[in-house]
């Protein structure tokens, strides 16, 4: 029905999601835009109506994705490229946080994630490609107080997504893992909920970093507009990354964890090989 790639994204009322919709809407690719309240992504099919379809979608509700994924396979007839960019944020020490809050951000973040990628997955391998992007964190490579849960839902992506590529890379499709560091969208705004009582021996370690993150919210020095730009130039790429890292800070902090585990393996490598059985044992 389309010779231009198919883009679906989940989360488009704000941030990421909204910005890539609008940059793939202005490239002429036909995009599925997505929102628990659709009314909120309206504007962007404005003047795009022959290749935007708006759809209601809650990641957590079956019957939505599969009402979606059967929607725009009827009225674009493919799905080249699923963005999993819906998800929250929640700031709590381990020991503070709400753990209802927390499950139900796990629905969102993984298990939304994976249900969204099992419905889209049938199609890919029917058309023999395709691209899943998962829009992770740099915190999902490097864990910090007062996002320790938050953290575990992204280390959870990058597993996923990291062994999800090599079940279906034959078939032709890739997997994009999209790492941002502090970026101007909502996230550590209303995106993000927070522990309802605070402990006095975290007020220095998890308080204080949320109390930071919430400050700066607005004024990070993440550009959405170019993140998303990016987001499109690794996918169409011949030969595109596993991970694409955004922003300066994402790219520091990698590579200090890959600092932190040499250092730690090679000062026990002795101890580590010396768990193996002897050799002829």
Known sequence: MTSKPVWFITGCSTGF???????????????VITARNP???EDLARGNEDKALVLKLDVTNADD???????????????????????????????ESDIDEVRQMFEINVWGLVN????????????????????SSIGGLVANSAVSFYNATKFGVEAISEALSKEVAHLGIKVLIVEPSGFRTDWA???????????????????QRMQQIRTSSGNQPGDPVRAVKAIVQAVEAEKPPLRL???????????NKIAELQRD?????????????????
Do not use: C
Not at 71 to 84: K, P, Q, S, T, Y
Not at 116 to 135: D, E, F, H
Not at 265 to 281: H, L, M, R
């Open 17 to 31: 999601g909204r910005e890539l919709a609008r940059h793939t809407l202005e490239l002429g690719y036909p995009t």
């Open 39 to 41: 009314a909120q992504i």
């Open 65 to 95: 994705i599969a009402a979606a994924v059967k929607a725009a396979e009827a009225r674009f007839g493919r799905i080249d490229v699923l963005v999993n960019n819906a998800g929250i944020g929640y700031f709590g020490s381990l020991e």
């Open 116 to 135: 969204m990628t099992r419905a889209v997955l049938p199609v890919m391998r029917k058309q023999r490609s395709g691209t899943v992007v998962n829009i």
């Open 189 to 207: 705004g209303r995106s993000a909920n927070e522990a309802p009582t605070t402990i006095e021996d975290y007020r220095e370690t998890s308080d």
């Open 245 to 255: 890292l955004l922003g300066k800070f994402a790219l520091a902090g990698a590579r």
């Open 265 to 281: 393996f090679d000062a026990w490598a002795e101890v580590t090989e010396g768990a193996d059985a002897p050799k002829g044992s």
